[in-house]
C-alpha cells in the first residue's frame, strides 16, 4: 500500500504543477536586442509561462519585435505595457505586478537567458514543496568566477549580511537539493502570489534598484521558507552592469543603510558585521577608483555618503502611514495603468529684472512637454507682460497667466498669489534667473506619474557639477 502511494506522490505533483499558474514579469528600458533574446528564450520553454508581462519604460515600443519573437507560442499570452513615463525598475515591477493574477509570479531581467526546462522546474519545486514562499534560480554564469573572488564576498559580508549565492552559483552542478537562502538576485527570482498581500517592494532608499529585491527576499524569508534552486538555471549575460563608480559607490552605500535601518536590531555583532561591510564596500570603491582613474571622486563620494547614512540610523524608520500605503498602492497592485497624467503649474516670481524673466521663460517655451499653465507674479514697477506675451505667442497649449502687481510684499506673498491663481496638480516654482533644461518638466511629469505617493521634487542645479570636491566635502561636513 505504501508502495502504490509513493508510486502516485510525483504524478500528484506533477498534476499540481500542471494547475499551477505563472506569469512572467520582464522591466525593460532602452534594451531592445537584450529584451528580443530573453523573449526567444521563453518561446523554447518546455513548459511556457500562462502570461509574460513586459512592463518597457523605453521612448519607443517594441512591442511588434516582440511579438514576431514569441512567434504565437501557443499557451503563452502576452501582455506588452509601454509606458515611457513609468520611472524605475521597482515601480515597473509594481506595474507588471496589477496586471498578473497568477499563482507564481517569476521576475527575470532584460538581459537573462533561462535553459529550456527552467520553468517546468521551478514549477515541479513549487508543487514538491507547497511551504514555499520563493524560489530564486541559479547563474550558470557563476561557474566562471574565480574561487578567490567567491571566497572574498563570503568573507565581508558575515552575520545578517551574508550571502550564499555566488558560492551556490558557483556549485550549482554539485548540488541536487535546493539551499536555504534569505537574499535573492532580482534579476530571476519569484514569490507566490500570496506573498505579496503581506509585503511589497521597498523603493525608499536611493540605492532601491540593487536593494529593493535584497530587502523584499530578507523580509519574507524571515516568516516563510525560500530558497536558491540548482536545477532552475538561468544565464545572466551582463551581471556586472557599467555602472559610473561614484553612482557605484552611492547605490551600495545607501542600499546597505537603508537594509540595517529597516531589518536589524542594534546589536554589537550587527554592528560590527555592518561596519564590516562597510570598510569592505570602502575598499571595493577605492579599487574601482583606481582602475577608472576616478580615485579622488569615488572617495568623496564615500565620505560624502557616511554623514547621510548615519544619520538616518539615528532615526526610526516609520512604516507607512494609511494615506502613504494607499499612495504605494497606486503606483503598484490592484490599479489599472496608466493612470491620468498629472498637470503642471510653473509659477515665476519676479521683480525688475525683465531680462533674466525673458531668458527663463524662452527655456520654459522651449520644453518637450511644457506645462499647461505658466503663472508670472510681477512685483515690478513696470510691467513687462507685453514682451511676455510677444516671447510665447506660439503656444497655444500653454494658459498664462499674468499678475502684474507692484503692491505684492515678498517672495512667499508672490508664491501665495500664484499658487491661488492655479487649479493644476503638481505647482512648479521657478525663480526668474533659472534656465530649465528641455526635458525638465517632461521629467518631473513622469517622476510624479510613476509615484503618486511623492509629496514634493526639488530639481538638481547642474551648475552644481562645477563645484570642486572639497567645497562640496567641507559643506557636508559643517
Known amino acids: 500500500m505504501a508502495t502504490t502511494m509513493e508510486a502516485a506522490a510525483p504524478a500528484r505533483r506533477a498534476d499540481r504543477a500542471a494547475d499551477t499558474s505563472l506569469a512572467i514579469i520582464i522591466p525593460t528600458k532602452g534594451r531592445p536586442h537584450e529584451l528580443l533574446e530573453t523573449v526567444r528564450s521563453i518561446a523554447r520553454q518546455t513548459r511556457r509561462p500562462d502570461v509574460l508581462i513586459i512592463v ?3 521612448p519607443v515600443s517594441a512591442e511588434e519585435a516582440v511579438r514576431a519573437a514569441t512567434g504565437g507560442a501557443p499557451g503563452m499570452a502576452l501582455r506588452y505595457l509601454w509606458d515611457p513615463t513609468l520611472s524605475g525598475l521597482v515601480s515597473a515591477r509594481k506595474c507588471g505586478m496589477a496586471w498578473s493574477e497568477s499563482d507564481i509570479v517569476f521576475f527575470v531581467d532584460d538581459d537573462v537567458t533561462l ?9 515541479a519545486r513549487y508543487a514538491a514543496e507547497p511551504d514555499l514562499a520563493g524560489i530564486c534560480a541559479v547563474d550558470m554564469q557563476g561557474l566562471s568566477v574565480p574561487w578567490w573572488l567567491v571566497l572574498v564576498r563570503r568573507a565581508y559580508m558575515l552575520g545578517p549580511f551574508s550571502d550564499r549565492r555566488s558560492i551556490i552559483n558557483k556549485r550549482y552542478r554539485r548540488l541536487s537539493a535546493p539551499e536555504l537562502a534569505r537574499l535573492f538576485s532580482g534579476g530571476y527570482m519569484s514569490f507566490r502570489r500570496s506573498v505579496f498581500s503581506e509585503f511589497q517592494f521597498e523603493d525608499r532608499a536611493w540605492g532601491s534598484r540593487w536593494s529593493s529585491s535584497i530587502d523584499f527576499s530578507y523580509r519574507v524569508s524571515a516568516r516563510y521558507p525560500t530558497v536558491i534552486d540548482p536545477s532552475v538555471r538561468v544565464l545572466h549575460r551582463n551581471p556586472n552592469e557599467q555602472y559610473d563608480p561614484a553612482q557605484w559607490v552611492r547605490i551600495r552605500v545607501d542600499g546597505v543603510f537603508f537594509f540595517f535601518q529597516r531589518n536589524l536590531p542594534r546589536t554589537p555583532r550587527n554592528m560590527l558585521c555592518f561596519l564590516w561591510l562597510l570598510f569592505a564596500i570602502f575598499v571595493s570603491s577605492t579599487m574601482r ?6 580615485l579622488a571622486r569615488t572617495v568623496c563620494v564615500f565620505l560624502c555618503e557616511l554623514p547621510v547614512g548615519f544619520r538616518m540610523l539615528r532615526q526610526p524608520l516609520a512604516e507607512p502611514s494609511a494615506p502613504e500605503a494607499a499612495g504605494r498602492a497606486r503606483s503598484g497592485a490592484g490599479t489599472p495603468w496608466p493612470r491620468r497624467p498629472v498637470t503642471i503649474a510653473i509659477i515665476i516670481p519676479t521683480k525688475n529684472r525683465q531680462a533674466e524673466l525673458l531668458e527663463a521663460l524662452q527655456s520654459v517655451r522651449t520644453q518637450v512637454r511644457r506645462p499647461e499653465e505658466l503663472i508670472i507674479v510681477d512685483q515690478s514697477q513696470v510691467s513687462g507682460e507685453a514682451e511676455v506675451r510677444a516671447l510665447l505667442a506660439g503656444c497655444t497649449d500653454m494658459t498664462l497667466r499674468y499678475l502684474w502687481d507692484p503692491a505684492i510684499a515678498g517672495l ?3 508664491r501665495i498669489r500664484g499658487v491661488n491663481a492655479t487649479a493644476s496638480d503638481v505647482v512648479f516654482f521657478v525663480d526668474d534667473d533659472i534656465t530649465l ?25 547642474v551648475g552644481g557639477q562645477e563645484l570642486p570636491w572639497w567645497l562640496i566635502l567641507a559643506r557636508r561636513l559643517y
Not at 535553459?115 to 514549477?123: G, H, P, R, T, W
Not at 577608483?289 to 576616478?294: D, E, I, K, N, S
Open 412 to 414: 512667499v506673498n508672490a
Open 437 to 461: 533644461q528641455s526635458d525638465c518638466t517632461a521629467k518631473l511629469a513622469q517622476r510624479y506619474d510613476a509615484h503618486p505617493e511623492y509629496a514634493g521634487i526639488c530639481a538638481v542645479d
Open 289 to 294: 577608483g583606481l582602475r577608472t582613474g576616478q
Open 56 to 58: 518597457d519604460q523605453s
Open 115 to 123: 535553459a529550456s526546462d527552467c520553468i517546468e522546474n521551478l514549477l
